[in-house]
């Protein structure tokens, strides 16, 4: 028993000063020391109030007590000796224990996706996610601001970890951090991409600040967590997405970041032309030398 009191108490510490840290940062920078600067970088123009960040932050709290009890069974019991969790690391690498964060990732992805949209059926809702949607202009406080039931859910994703891929504990606690740095940055309120982003193959795969704030908007569409491939596939993503993307874009850097893509496209197919016209035309000359 009181190894796991010890345990509670030492990673609910952990958990509630990660997310002070990481969200707090990201709260201070955009939304006090930089919100002059940052502008044009916001989604939607209308502000969050602070009623809203104290209903967010006193969610996100209970969501931490619910997500380490349901690691307990699974870290701390019996159990623990039928999952794939490992203490060595020479078992299986330092290269396998970063590749391991990387698949914890994707397999989070899928999960979250199908989870999601279960919690966005009409007849469980109101139960299950409409608070976590009462922060329609989300803040990176919302990050974890779940109702008992989703934050029950979203705990699941260890264990299902546990039982599927070999796991150290230095890894969790990477792919703990890494998820929640990219859900912040979901939740953000802001889009913060860098310009090139638009136009890499990136953008086509991962999410952005603007998708996830999107499905806080519209509460449809857009399920994914940091992929939008599931969404893709499924056909789920909001057909205004990459036009709000670009809106945002414009925003940020003018219709400049928009109309490049558009003109070195544009570039491309004139020299397709005028390399066609050339062959055409040397082709006539030819054909008129012939005849003469």
Do not use: C
Not at 7 to 12: E, G, I, K, L
Not at 30 to 56: C, P
């Amino acid at each position: 028993m009181n190894d796991i009191i010890q345990f509670f108490v030492s990673f609910f510490t952990i958990s509630i000063a990660r997310y002070f840290i990481i969200a707090g940062i990201a709260f201070l920078l955009v939304y006090v020391l930089f919100a002059r600067a940052m502008r044009k970088n916001k989604i939607q123009q209308k502000k969050a109030s602070a009623s809203d960040f104290r209903r967010e932050i006193l969610h996100s709290f209970s969501s931490n007590i619910i997500m380490i009890f349901v690691a307990i069974p699974f870290m701390l019991t019996p159990i623990k000796r039928y999952t794939l969790l490992y203490s060595n690391i020479n078992d299986y690498g330092i290269f396998y224990l970063l590749a391991s964060v990387a698949i914890a990732l994707i397999i989070h992805d899928t999960y979250f996706y199908w989870m999601h949209r279960l919690l966005h059926h009409r007849r469980i809702f109101r139960y299950t996610h409409l608070l976590h949607h009462k922060s329609t202009n989300p803040s990176p406080w919302a990050s974890y601001a779940f109702s008992m039931f989703e934050a029950f859910t979203e705990g699941l994703i260890l264990p299902i970890l546990l039982f599927m891929l070999p796991m150290h504990p230095i890894s969790i606690s990477l792919f703990v951090t890494a998820a929640f740095i990219i859900n912040v940055y979901g939740h953000l309120g802001y889009e913060i991409a860098p310009k090139w982003f638009r136009k890499s193959f990136l953008f086509q795969i991962l999410n952005t600040s603007v998708h996830h704030n999107l499905h806080h908007s519209k509460f449809k569409g857009n399920y994914g967590l940091y992929f939008r491939i599931w969404d893709r596939i499924m056909k789920t993503e909001n057909p205004q997405y990459v036009a709000y993307y670009d809106q945002i874009q414009e925003q940020r850097f003018g219709s400049n970041a928009i109309s490049l893509t558009l003109q070195m496209n544009n570039i491309s197919e004139l020299s397709s032309n005028t390399e066609k016209e050339t062959i055409e035309g040397s082709r006539a000359i030819s054909d008129r030398k012939r005849s003469a």
